[in-house]
C-alpha cells in the first residue's frame, strides 16, 4: 500500500490561490491514477480531482471545474492540485489519493490509498 503525504494547504482570501502537493512515502504511485478529495466540517468526503497514471486524462466535481487543475510530474513523482479563485465553501481538509489501478475515477472505494490530509481555509 502508498502511503502518501499532501502539503501545501493553508489559509487565504477569497479569490486566491494555494498549490497542494502529494508524494508518496516509501513507494512509487507510477502507474496508477490519483485523486484529491475534500472534507468540509459536517459533511462527507467529496471528489474533487482525478488524473489517469500518465495525466493525459482528468476529471473534476462541477464546483471545482475552471478554477481548480490536477497534474502530475512522474519524473518526480507527486501530484498537485493548484486551486485558483478560492471561494470560503472550498473551505475543508483535502486528501490525496491513489487508485488501484490506471485509469481515471471518481469512486472513493477505487482508492486504496489516503494521506492524512492537508488543511485549506478560505476567508470571506
Known amino acids: 500500500q502508498v502511503q502518501l503525504v499532501e502539503s501545501g494547504g493553508g489559509y487565504v482570501q477569497t479569490g486566491g490561490s494555494l498549490r497542494l502537493s502529494c508524494v508518496p512515502s516509501?513507494?512509487?504511485?507510477?502507474?496508477?491514477?490519483m485523486g484529491w478529495f475534500r472534507q468540509a466540517p459536517g459533511k462527507e468526503r467529496e471528489f474533487v480531482a482525478a488524473i489517469n497514471y500518465s495525466g493525459g486524462n482528468t476529471l473534476y466535481a462541477d464546483s471545482v471545474k475552471g478554477r481548480f487543475t490536477i497534474s502530475r510530474d512522474n519524473v518526480k513523482n507527486a501530484v498537485y492540485l493548484q486551486m485558483d479563485s478560492l471561494k470560503p465553501e472550498d473551505t475543508a481538509v483535502f486528501y490525496c489519493?491513489?487508485?488501484?489501478?490506471?485509469?481515471?475515477?471518481?469512486?472513493?472505494?477505487?482508492?486504496?490509498?489516503w494521506g492524512r490530509g492537508t488543511q485549506v481555509t478560505v476567508s470571506s
Open positions: 516509501g513507494r512509487t504511485f507510477r502507474g496508477y491514477a
Open positions: 489519493a491513489a487508485a488501484k489501478f490506471s485509469d481515471v475515477t471518481t469512486t472513493p472505494t477505487d482508492f486504496s490509498s
